[in-house]
């Protein structure tokens, strides 16, 4: 966990990624554009989709003004059968 922190600490200490502002889940990295709403819902390749909201809790801003800066907390990710696993769940196949 400390190794995420430090891919988004900043020099003042805070961090660059962001949180969900109905769960508080993250870090939710979206440093790209401030407007969430221009590519949310669009067709990536034949199966892809861009979904720019909260991949725990499905909340949505459009505007990145709305969603809190990150704290640095990991909150406990809980499973889901409606939405992918948590990450702790996935492994990396040896090369």
């Known amino acids: 966990q400390e190794q ?8 003042d200490g ?11 889940f993250g870090p939710i990295d979206h ?3 401030t407007d969430l709403g221009c590519h949310h819902g669009e067709k990536k390749g034949l199966t ?3 979904n720019n909201a909260c991949p725990k809790c499905k909340w949505f801003a459009k505007n990145i003004s709305n969603w809190p800066a990150w704290d640095g907390t990991f909150r406990e990710v809980i499973a889901s059968t409606s939405g992918p696993p948590p990450v702790e769940s996935l492994s990396i196949p040896q090369l």
């Open 48 to 50: 892809g989709q861009i």
């Open 31 to 33: 440093g790209w554009c």
């Open 4 to 11: 995420i922190r430090n891919l988004y600490r900043k020099a």
């Open 14 to 24: 805070s961090y660059s990624a962001f949180m969900c502002g109905k769960c508080s």
